[in-house]
């Protein structure tokens, strides 16, 4: 079992910056590749960026350029830091977690906002 806890969100205004944190624990061994999502109202989750294992990253075409993702392996935190942020970065931002199996594992996700 895997336990995802995200912090860092919040409300920024358009152009602003926020680093949302994902912290790991228990089989935290298993993990293979963590990946953000985003779901907005009304609309499906699309995935944000992923980092693997070994370090490799991918990125939506919509965040290229302005968001990258991260690792703390000592901390078992992933991050996603968020520049020049746009009103339709406006969404509920969760961390996942894959192992081998695979597994998903899923934090409780946190709100950001981007006011115009």
């Known amino acids: 079992q895997v336990q995802l806890v995200e912090s860092g969100g919040g409300l920024v205004q358009a152009g602003g910056s926020l680093r949302l944190s994902c912290a790991a624990s228990g089989s935290i061994f298993s993990i293979t590749v963590m990946t953000w999502y985003r779901q907005a109202p009304g609309k499906q989750r699309e995935l944000v960026a992923t980092?693997?294992?070994?370090?490799?990253?991918n990125y939506a075409d919509s965040v290229k350029g302005r968001f990258t993702v991260s690792r703390d392996n000592a901390k078992n935190t992933v991050y996603l830091q968020m520049n020049n942020l746009k009103p339709e970065d406006t969404a509920v931002y969760s961390c996942n977690a894959q192992d081998h199996y695979p597994t998903h594992y899923w934090g409780q996700g946190t709100q950001v906002t981007v006011s115009s």
């Open positions: 980092i693997t294992r070994g370090g490799s990253t």
